[in-house]
């Protein structure tokens, strides 16, 4: 049986026929992305906003957000997906994202590296890079248990999505953004028995932050 502590968990209906996103990307919250290389403009400095945005440059962000490119090595790049060959330009971010439970494949085992993600992927992908799937898979799974999570944690703070849309950088950005404060929840079983803690400082375990952890590397 699993425990989740610090939790209060809720319960909402998520549907597709929510308000876009009028939230916009501030120049802060840009200025950090950029300065953690999660985030980069064209060679003319435009961030394309409004542009959407792949499945592959969804996992180069959130492993660098999690990570840097130098961590990411030999050890990293084991397993990739049928459709994801060693010569694809994303190869190593895909199989470090995979191996590390932050993305999924089809049904057919491939990743889908060129299709446009959609926003009810990239939140499972943030609420899992956080380590609340365990969350998530207790209230309903994928795709309302992760929007949830993705409301109840902070991630999608500042934006009303339509779930089953194509994401746009804007709102990829201000999710990433906020997932980098966002306090971790891990696995801290003991004696067998399998228990997920919050890492905010206030139950007896340290504060962790994906943003202290990367720094920390």
Known sequence: MKKIFCIIASIFVMTSALCVSAAEMNSAQAERLSSLGIMNGDPDGNMRLNDNITRAEAAKMLCIAKTTQDVIDSSEITESFKDVPESHWAYRYICYAKKNGIVNGDENGNFNPEANITNAEIAKMVVSLLGYSVFADNNGGYPIGYMLAATRFGVTDGLTLVTDSPAIRNDVGIMINNALDIPLMV??????EEEFSIMDGNN??????????KTAK
């Open 187 to 192: 696995n801290t079983s003991e004696n067998g």
């Open 204 to 213: 007896g375990y340290p504060g962790k932050t994906l943003l202290t952890e």
